[in-house]
């Protein structure tokens, strides 16, 4: 059986975070109807571990319960959502459950006294869950937009769950494929905030993090 406590719990998410960015990779092998839901029920779960990693507050375990039956309510309504003409509420969801799980994640991360292991694996976390945003938010304007990106086909947001999320983490990290580039405004706006935030992000708060941890070590030896 699990245990998950605030010594271990980022290690699930991260497993976790690993595993859905793993699904969307293998999204395109799945019948149309099936993959979506597979994703989404990925994500379910991770609303879970991240529900499980806090000390919650009885406010926050009712957030967490909100969130969760939101996503299952989601998952069990989505063709009709989709039919209804609503496809925008999966994206909507999907991006509140995410920068919630980055708020828990950092309040812990950056709200704490000493650095453990535990704490640097969740910066990582926060690291991936920010790609996770920005490709919402792509896939957001490359559906609200058309022509917002070259590389993108104009077709509904599932289809181009993939390669949002590939698109963001390739530009998250600076590396600049190419293949799929912004075009309008907003989009290249967007573009150049998460390349930014990328970069300071792991220049300034994983190198602090890491400093901080290795001066405990140092503090400890001296004991």
Not at 22 to 42: H, K, M, T, W
Not at 48 to 73: D, G, H, W, Y
Not at 88 to 117: K, R
């Amino acid at each position: 059986m699990l245990h998950i406590s605030r010594e271990n719990n980022f290690s699930y998410l991260a497993a976790g975070l690993v595993l859905l960015l793993f699904i969307g990779a293998l999204l395109e092998y799945f019948p149309s109807d099936i993959g979506p839901r597979i994703v989404q029920a990925g994500t379910i779960a991770i609303i879970f571990f991240s529900a499980l990693s806090e000390k919650a507050t009885q406010s926050r375990r009712i957030t967490n319960v909100v969130f969760v039956l939101v996503m299952l309510m989601t998952v069990a309504g989505g063709e009709l959502l989709d039919v209804a003409g609503f496809s925008y509420m999966h994206l909507f969801v999907l991006l509140c459950f995410f920068l919630w799980t980055t708020w828990l994640v950092a309040h812990q991360v950056l709200f704490t006294g000493s650095i453990t292991g535990n704490d640097i694996v969740g910066a990582i976390c926060i690291y991936m869950l920010l790609g996770l945003i920005w490709a919402v938010l792509y896939l957001f304007i490359a559906e609200a937009v058309p022509g917002s990106f070259n590389g993108l086909s104009q077709a509904p947001w599932l289809e181009n769950y993939t390669s949002a999320i590939y698109f963001s983490f390739v530009t998250i990290t600076t590396l600049g494929y190419g293949d799929i580039s912004p075009v309008l405004p907003l989009a290249r706006f967007l573009v150049i905030m998460e390349a930014i935030v990328g970069v300071f992000y792991m220049a300034i708060l994983v190198a602090s993090l890491i400093g901080v941890r290795m001066s405990d070590r140092v503090a400890e030896k001296k004991q």
